[in-house]
């Protein structure tokens, strides 16, 4: 017996448009059942990315496989993936039935079949018997849930999803996510969903991949992304963080002595920072790895004044600003009796050397 | 108080509009049935009756050109769909920006012209003498002048250029509203060309369809300089009769049962039209 392929490799993947490369040499692999993110800052190339797997464009370079067959040069409606539109492009001439039942038609099955199929999938997705109702009698979050069952009706071994949820409000969103989530594993079906929206990307995925222009800063679990980022680009652009510059002044095996522009001194635990004496260097600090205390000394401890409380119920922040003018972005638990902080107060921070991130600074 | 003003402002906003349908089409319309009922009898004597609709049936000549005025302007209709719709396609869905306008305006351009300049154009092209008879003597491919004008398919020309614009415009105006990720989507799930047109793209450009062939029909039907001068005499269009008895013979009550005739036959294509494509008027008129 052979080795399962996995459902979707790309291999140098790389897009050019003139003199622009909007996807750089990308290399990724995505095993059957999970559930892939790509994510990203507009503009990165990820919608790229996406439509060239769909088909609607072709790679300059690189090979895309899936099941282990080259899809180079396969067009779009040959291929055995299907994809949820950004705006869903659900069809307003047809009512869901129709919908849903469009590629069946397409690929010649008889009318009792399709019907059945159609309704196993509605039901499948939570709509079952609507199949007779327009596309402007369902709700925002219904819609979402058509424009899937429109593509799993086929079967596909990779469905392509392009930031549907992007359209919806807040809390349908929030809704959509698990939801989302928990159909993907009933379909035990690859998705590969792209977003700038890191909290849709670590909610719901297997596997993230990070995308900065056409390339991919790292690739890995949600849990890995947030607490590891392997570049300074992603720890910026995964999660809150306070990026502080500074300058690298002793190094005591993994433990480096950095002096800010401004401040005082820090001690970080990087173990593989590759940093040496001199070098300029970003640390980047999660709000929540900040500690609040109203009285302190040792290692990582400053003292500051409250500049500003954000409330936002279990996600509040306070603002702190430390002797020499720094803002410092710290999460505040609604539990203690810190709670009660207000502005004016004078207050001290602490962190652990091990939860701070530093990388070389780069184009300096 | 603020309603009493508001309504005297919807009023005298109103009145134009009113005045214009009442006194430029109604009361005419209303003189014209009158005239069209009344039976000369005998100098300056007349009986009301029916008989000059009844002259229409028993007189062949009268009821065939009107059925053949119908039905070439039909064919023209069809003929300016099928060459409008990829036009109109190709300026909403395969060009972008600039081109866009600019293909756009160059369909615009010839109707800056009047109708008659633009037929005496085609006059110019298809005569005896004209370019192409001249142009195909010259390759060798004729042996003697070539007459291209006076008959059928010269008027088919005639009016097909004369009315294609109103064809292209609520179809570019349609088709430029159907987002193009339904077109990906329906490739995306396993459409061909064909099947993507017929199940996606015709369905959306439907009321456009509509207004468009309403637009086209009721120009050819209406028509009177292109099948006269492209047609020549024998043109045997139904406007050109409804002309001749008003003008020619004088016979102002055959003339006025004539035009109502005509005006009924464009109402009963059209509501036929809408019935058979199922769209509304309304709909398909407040689309473009």
């Given amino acids: ?364 | 108080m603020v309603s009493d003003t508001s309504r005297l402002g919807f009023y005298l906003l109103l009145a134009p509009i009113l005045l214009w349908l009442i006194v430029l089409i109604i009361l005419p319309h209303i003189g014209l049935f009158i005239v069209s009922i009344s039976e000369k009898i005998g100098p300056r004597e007349y009986e009301t009756g029916f008989d000059n609709y009844a002259a229409f049936f028993t007189e062949p000549l009268y009821w065939r050109t009107f059925a053949r005025t119908a039905i070439m302007s039909i064919l023209a209709t069809a003929l300016t769909l099928i060459l409008g719709f990829p036009i109109a396609y190709y300026i909403a869905k395969l060009t972008r920006g600039r081109t866009k306008t600019t293909l756009f305006l160059m369909c615009m351009i010839p109707f800056w012209v009047s109708e008659l300049v633009r037929t005496f154009g085609w006059m110019i092209l298809l005569r005896e003498t004209g370019v192409i008879s001249n142009a195909l003597q010259y390759l060798g491919l004729i042996d003697g002048p070539v007459e291209m004008l006076y008959n059928d398919a010269a008027i088919m020309v005639g009016l097909v250029y004369t009315s294609i614009l109103f064809m292209v415009v609520p179809l570019v105006t349609t088709l430029d509203s159907l987002d193009d990720s339904l077109i990906e989507a329906g490739y995306d799930l396993g459409g061909t060309s064909t099947s993507i047109m017929r199940e996606i793209v015709i369905p959306h450009a439907m009321p456009g369809i509509v207004s468009g062939c309403i637009v086209v029909f009721m120009l050819s039907l209406g028509n009177y300089l292109t099948p006269i001068l492209l047609g020549g005499k024998d043109s045997l269009w139904f406007t050109g009769m409804i002309y001749t008895q008003f003008i020619t013979r004088f016979n102002w009550e055959l003339g006025s049962a004539f035009g109502f005739l005509l005006l009924a036959l464009s109402s009963l294509v059209v509501f036929a039209g809408l019935k058979l494509s199922r769209q509304s008027l309304t709909e398909t008129m407040g689309r473009t």
């Fill in chain 1, 1 to 364: 017996m052979s080795v399962p392929h996995p459902d979707l490799v790309c291999s140098d993947l790389t897009k050019d448009f003139d003199a622009f490369r909007a996807v750089d040499h990308v290399n990724f692999e995505v095993p059957q059942g999970s559930f892939f993110s790509i994510l990203g800052p507009s503009g990165c190339g990820k919608t790229t990315l996406l439509r060239m797997i769909a088909g609607f464009q072709s790679p300059t370079s690189g090979d895309l496989r899936i099941k282990g067959k080259s899809m180079i040069g396969v067009p779009p409606n040959k291929r055995p993936v299907s994809m949820v539109f950004q705006h869903l492009a659900l069809f307003p001439t047809m009512n869901i039935g129709d919908n849903v039942g469009f590629g069946l038609r397409q690929r010649g099955f008889v009318k009792s079949e399709i019907k059945t199929r159609v309704e196993q999938v509605l039901e499948r997705v939570g709509l079952p018997g609507v199949s007779q109702r327009r596309i402007d009698q369902i709700s925002g979050g219904q819609k979402q849930r058509v424009a899937i069952a429109r593509c799993m009706v086929l079967e596909p071994d990779v469905l392509l999803l392009d930031e549907p949820l992007g359209a919806l409000d807040l809390k349908l969103r929030e809704h959509m996510k698990v939801e989302l989530k928990s159909l993907q594993a009933a379909f035990n079906t690859t998705f590969v969903y792209i977003t700038h929206d890191q909290s849709e990307a670590l909610v719901m995925s297997d596997n993230i991949a990070v995308m900065n222009n056409g390339q991919f800063e790292q690739i890995g679990t949600p849990h890995d992304v947030y607490h590891a980022p392997s570049t300074a680009f992603v720890a910026g652009f995964v999660g809150d963080a306070n990026k502080i510059d500074a300058k690298v002044t002793a190094v005591n095996g993994t433990v480096l002595t950095l002096a800010p522009d401004s401040g005082s001194e820090m001690k970080i635990d990087a173990p593989s920072s590759g940093l040496s004496v001199g070098q300029r260097a970003q640390v980047f600090l999660r709000p929540e790895a900040i500690e609040l205390a109203r009285a302190g000394d040792g290692v990582n401890v400053s003292g500051g004044v409250v500049e500003s409380v954000l409330f936002n119920g279990a996600n509040s922040s306070v603002t702190i600003k430390d002797q020499s003018g720094n803002l410092l972005k710290v999460a505040l638990p609604q539990t203690g009796d810190l709670a009660k902080l207000r502005k004016g107060d004078s207050v001290f921070t602490r962190w652990n050397p091990k939860q701070a991130r530093c990388y070389p600074m780069v184009g300096t």
